[in-house]
């Protein structure tokens, strides 16, 4: 034997953790390279690679090399054992020898993909090339890339925040954000309670506004500030607590209104829920109720018992189920109303489980109703108050946050619920377009760079000021000139001056 000679291909030692295939980068940091002595001391073990020494850290019997970072290309690990001799050279005992090839580079990827599309109903096709990739996928989606690597993969619905990731044989990966946005579609809107729709006059003049082409929506409440769902709901919850009332029937409803080309927005009214509040703190649920510092219900001037706790996981769940099956129903979107804490002083007030901010608290509960809404086919609006843009703790309403994760927020912009002076407008009440036109500026600083849009709740009742077509119509045309045509017109009672809405 020659001092120092090494063999070609050195044989009996074993190397653990070296993965099967190209190392990819992500591999590749977190590669380590263990090499057993097998009853030599793992301190006369020599490491090699590429042909130059190397230095690893001796681990009980065994040696461990961490390469780190090396160029993308074919590479060679040896592991010897040298003893017996000056500098180890004398003799050479077992070992192994190791080729590994190493890819870092991602796939290349040019996608094609639909700008917007009017409906979460409506699927997409993504169409590209992802050079260098085996397979694309979207959440749980996935499909293979041809030998080109071009590719096609639809999607059930738009999704919104989500990225497209092509993979290569290395696990290398290249993430592509998804664009596409649903464009919820014009909205001129009218609201009617269950009762309203189940009045024959009521009815007929709101049918009335949609045949002259005034309105091409309907906004029908699915749970009212009650607490009263207004169809046959088989949700648990709302049967258990005896929310359900049977008003009208969802499905020949939805079927009429769509037969009439109109669109269908269900209210839900969600944490003023007395009918829930009341049940839940008979049946000892009393963490479902907000609370005050005594450890009693809320009272406020909307009732003794009247605010379920936003923080509650089944109070949120009930929410959701709600739309959800509204959702599935056919309803074409869906707003909760009262998604927010009580008016008042927030130091006078218990939310049990609470452990953030209400505001972050109330958000969240927008974050968790987002997906089964969308998956079902509607779209996602809250209702917020007009002081929520400048003073969103006194009701917990954050629109920057919210709108992270509805398509709109609809503002009740009501002239006669704003201070005189408000905006520098002088007696809102008197002034209806100019406090329309003027508080919609900061809802559109606030959801700027999300995807939701502004459509504004204005008043279609009197309260101090006489209320007729011309002041309705002033507020639609105070909105439409800060850029917002959608709006949605509130009346307790679903009576509306007809007048005040240009026909199409």
Do not use: C
């Amino acid at each position: 034997m020659t001092i120092g000679a090494f063999r070609a291909e050195p044989e009996g030692l074993t190397v653990v953790g070296l993965p099967e295939g190209v190392v990819g980068a992500a591999a590749l940091g977190a590669l380590e390279l263990r090499v057993d002595a097998r009853g030599h001391n793992p301190k006369d073990m020599r490491l090699e690679l590429d042909g130059k020494s190397v230095i690893g850290e001796v681990a009980g019997n065994a040696m461990i090399y961490r390469p780190g970072n090396l160029p993308d290309g074919a590479h060679r690990f040896t592991a010897e054992i040298r003893s017996g001799g000056l500098l180890g050279l004398l003799k050479a005992g077992p070992g192994v020898a190791k080729t590994f090839t190493v890819d870092t580079e991602p796939p290349t990827v040019e996608l094609s993909q639909p700008a917007s599309v009017p409906s979460y109903r409506q699927p997409v096709m993504l169409r590209g090339k992802a050079t260098g990739a085996d397979r694309v996928s979207v959440g749980a989606q996935s499909a293979p890339t041809a030998a080109d690597g071009s590719f096609e993969i639809t999607l059930p619905r738009a999704p919104v925040g989500v990225d497209m990731i092509a993979v290569d044989a290395a696990g290398n990966k290249a993430t592509t954000a998804i664009t596409t946005a649903v464009e919820v579609p014009l909205i001129k809107a009218v609201h009617v309670t269950a009762y309203g729709w189940m009045h024959e006059g009521l009815r007929e003049a709101v049918l009335d506004m949609a045949r002259e082409g005034r309105i091409n929506t309907v906004q029908l409440d699915i749970k009212d500030e009650d607490g009263v769902v207004g169809y046959d709901s088989q949700v648990p919850l709302a049967r258990e607590s005896g929310a359900v009332a049977g008003i009208y029937d969802a499905r020949a409803v939805l079927r009429q209104l769509h037969d009439m080309k109109l669109s269908v927005v269900g209210r839900i009214v969600a944490f003023r829920d007395p009918t829930m509040a009341e049940w839940a703190w008979r049946e000892g649920h009393q963490d479902w109720v907000i609370q005050n510092g005594s450890g009693q219900p809320y009272s406020s001037h909307y009732g003794a018992i009247a605010f379920t706790n936003f923080a509650n996981p089944e109070i949120r769940k009930y929410n959701i189920d709600l739309a959800a099956e509204a959702a599935e129903l056919g309803f074409d979107g869906i707003m909760y109303d009262y998604v927010r804490r009580p008016d008042g002083a927030l130091s006078q007030m218990r939310f049990p489980g609470l452990t953030d901010t209400p505001s972050v608290s109330i958000a969240e509960f927008l974050r968790e109703s987002r997906d089964p809404v969308r998956d079902r086919g509607s779209h996602l609006g809250a209702a917020v108050f007009g002081i929520a843009s400048t003073r969103p703790d006194e009701i917990a309403q954050d629109i920057p946050l919210i709108a992270e994760y509805v398509d709109y927020v609809a503002p009740m912009l009501y002239p006669s619920h704003w201070n005189s002076g408000e905006y520098d407008v002088a007696n809102p009440n008197s002034q209806p377009y100019d406090i329309v036109f003027r508080s919609l500026a900061d809802f559109h600083k606030q959801t700027e760079g999300t995807h939701a849009q502004v459509i504004p709740w204005l008043q279609d009742f009197s309260l101090g000021v006489n209320y007729g077509d011309a002041e309705v119509r002033a507020q639609i045309d105070g909105a439409a000139a800060a850029g917002d045509h959608s709006f949605f017109l509130w009346n307790a009672a679903s009576r509306y001056h007809s007048g005040a809405i240009t026909p199409n």
